[in-house]
T-cell receptor, first 116, second 110 residues
């Protein structure tokens, strides 16, 4: 079975500073990895995904993540955050197989608070 | 392309009642997932429907049930509501490698 650990429940940061949100997963099989963002009172929006290939994945809104198989990590980074990045961020994993995947398993979430 | 739509957006029920939540997937998507997002508990997988069949369910009691209709829309039913069922219920539909989420239904049990 897969599981996801998001190491920080809250991350405060000043505007224009860099940020890293940490995610570790456990799985005995190959996985697909995802980062979603949730703004207040809204559903989830996909930021980026890793399926295969290059370990550095670029997503929307200037975010990127790096898949590290040896460390079973998929940390999310942004070089310069904006106030509008304040939201809850979820890392998710799914067992990967040819043609797609089944259910997503989510981490507990990290609340990113960007201060002026 | 219309996104995943859920109704109602808010629902208030009394303990012991039944709640019905609805989800319309993106056109062409045959898989629908339901998740519960309770305060402090993150996103918990509830149910997965594909092609009208229940494919998997999470660790929830049988009073959580649902179905998928021939047009791939889905319904989540929660019977004998308990206070701890209060949560945001999210529906997602997917193509092979990407899931799209609706805005959710916020269920409040009083």
């Amino acid at each position: 079975a897969q599981s996801v650990t998001q190491l920080d429940s809250q991350v405060p940061v000043f505007e224009e500073a860099p940020v890293e949100l940490r995610c570790n997963y456990s799985s005995s099989v190959s996985v697909y990895l995802f980062w979603y963002v949730q703004y207040p009172n809204q559903g989830l929006q996909l930021l980026l995904k890793y399926l295969s290939g290059s370990t550095l994945v670029k997503g929307i809104n200037g975010f990127e993540a790096e898949f590290n198989k040896s460390q079973t990590s998929f940390h999310l980074r942004k070089p310069s955050v904006h106030i509008s990045d304040t939201a809850e961020y979820f890392c998710a994993v799914s067992r990967g197989f040819s043609g797609g995947y089944n259910k997503l398993i989510f981490g507990a979430g990290t609340r990113l608070a960007v201060h002026p | 392309e219309a996104g995943v739509t859920q109704s109602p957006t808010h629902l208030i029920k009394t303990r012991g009642q039944q709640a019905t939540l609805r989800c319309s997937p993106i056109s062409g998507h045959t898989s629908v997932y339901w998740y519960q997002q309770a305060l402090g508990l993150g996103l918990q997988f509830l149910l997965w429907y594909d092609e009208g069949e229940e494919r998997n369910r999470g660790n929830f009691p049988p009073r959580f049930s649902g179905r998928q209709f021939p047009n791939y829309s889905s319904e989540l039913n929660v019977n004998a509501l308990e206070l701890e069922d209060s949560a945001l219920y999210l529906c997602a539909s997917k193509r092979p490698t990407e899931a799209f989420f609706g805005q959710g239904t916020r269920l409040t049990v009083v």
